[in-house]
């Protein structure tokens, strides 16, 4: 089971050259002031294949050396942070004392020093969405940050070779996993964007879940960073419980003729409706299918009513067919008909439009399909007159 | 003809080799892949008895095959046997909870491959 020395040796000097390569570019990376996550995954690597490599060659202190190097990237690599200069130069002299090592046959001695060198702490992300390396649309991002959403973020680095085919790349089974969980906000880079200058980039999955990170360990297996808003570096503002409507704040610049009811109980959703609403309407949010009802009953009782209400199909406690068919039978009653009648759009997944569709033609007034953007939105309440 | 199928799973070639020829020393037939979801496809086909699969893989790794082999009732009996440089016990542990029916340390020599077998009945 023995294998060549120079078979060995070939492999060696790959792997630093590998390790060498990742340390440069994460340099440029650094020096652009975009820190490159894909290659504290591609050093992480190398180092880890080198370690076995050297110890197997009798290199103990090199080996050392490089698990010390392997360990800091892991860490980073797990924590969603940044390597900071020293680390970097350090991490540069411990492959330089290894290639020595193996070109010479000497293992490299006295390394305290170098390796309290490379244990110096790599300084953090200062924000957990400046690690992301893609743009996310402004009302995600302003829902996942909110102080108050009651679901994790997590952000998913997975490893992938970049000769990967497209069909292979768009259907792992990872996306699959991910959507039993929780549901996806995005997914970087598409195919055709893998750096292919490198035998390895990076998938990014964004998601969101009800699990907590403890949940998940016996469900993703690979890097996962929790995007929790103490990370954040936005102070966290007090939170309002949601588990009640809240009455609207009225600001300024928001017209006050006309009046939403956003019922959601996914809270991304519904909170990128409301800043999406924000600028339109006076809006008010219900999470459950009773309190949508109650919400409605009241406003009329008020006779105050709502103008519109975005309406989702799946409810706690109800439906949201249950819901619009209480909302037009309660204006019958108060006989409310025809263009007086509140406006409702209708959310739901792709996999339910059709059914929707057909059966709530007389009821609901126009639909959307999930996620939800503000183009589409906008476009929806041009066409229903409510905006211009 | 032989009844014995191994599956080796790793992304470095030198590894594939080395406990490729020692299974097949062994007398086993052997299969290799380079990543979690090249071994998921080719399990799902064939018939195995063991499986060693690495854990640092791209595109798929051993925890993530090692879940999807344990959450396949077809599969799930197959012992696999995860390889790693890391000795953290938090890792190990993770790995036995998954289902993993033996940890090896890299590098590791014929001798523990010896161990292994028998510790697993072969």
Known sequence: MSFSDDEHTADLLEQLEGVEAGLMDYDASLAEGKPDPALVHIIFRHAHNLKSRLSMAGLEGASSLIHTVEERFDNIRSGGGQANRELIDASFTAVDRIRNAVQTGEDCTENNDLIRQLASEAAPAKDAFTAIPFDLEPEWKAALTA???????????????????????????????????????????????????????????????????????????????????????????????????????????????????????????????????????????????????????????????????????????????????????????????????CKVVIVSNVKDMETVRSTFRDQADAYLVKPVDREEVEKTLKRLGMIH | ??????????????????????????????????????????????????????????????????????????????????????????IIDRAKKIGAAHYMIKPFTADKMDETLQTLGF
């Open chain 1, 147 to 341: 102080p108050d959403r009651e679901t994790y973020v997590f952000r998913i680095e997975k490893a992938v070779t970049t000769d990967i085919d497209k069909a292979t790349y768009e259907s792992l089974p990872i996306f699959d996993t991910v959507k039993e969980i929780g549901r996806i906000i995005a997914v970087y880079p598409p195919h055709e964007k893998l750096n292919r200058s490198r035998e390895e980039d990076l998938l990014h999955i964004l998601f969101t879940t009800e699990k907590t990170e403890d949940d998940l360990f016996f469900v993703i297996f690979d890097t996962l960073i929790p995007l929790d808003i103490e990370r954040s570096a936005k102070p966290a503002r007090e939170s309002s419980p949601i588990d009640v409507a809240p009455r609207p704040s009225v600001q300024r610049d928001i017209p006050e003729d006309l009046r939403a009811l956003i019922v959601e109980d996914d809270f991304v959703t519904r909170h990128l409706e409301v800043n999406i609403l924000r600028q339109y309407a006076r809006s008010q949010v219900a999470v459950s299918a009773p309190e949508a009802r109650e919400a409605f009953r009241l406003a009329l009782e008020e006779n105050d009513p709502y103008d519109l209400i975005i309406l989702d199909m799946l409810l706690p406690e109800g439906s949201g067919s249950e819901v619009l068919s209480a909302i037009r039978a309660m204006e019958d009653d108060a006989d409310i008909r025809g263009l007086d009648r």
């Open chain 2, 1 to 90: 003809m032989s009844e014995k199928r191994a599956l080796v799973v790793d992304d470095h070639g030198i590894n594939r080799n080395f406990i490729k020829s020692y299974l097949v020393s062994k007398g086993f037939e052997v299969q290799t892949a380079e990543n979690g979801l090249e071994a998921q496809k080719i399990a799902e086909q064939e018939d195995f008895v063991l499986i060693f699969s690495d854990i640092e893989m791209p595109v798929m790794n051993g925890l993530e095959f090692l879940a999807s082999i344990k959450k396949n009732p077809a599969k799930a009996n197959i012992p696999v046997v995860m390889l790693s440089t890391v000795d953290k016990p938090e």
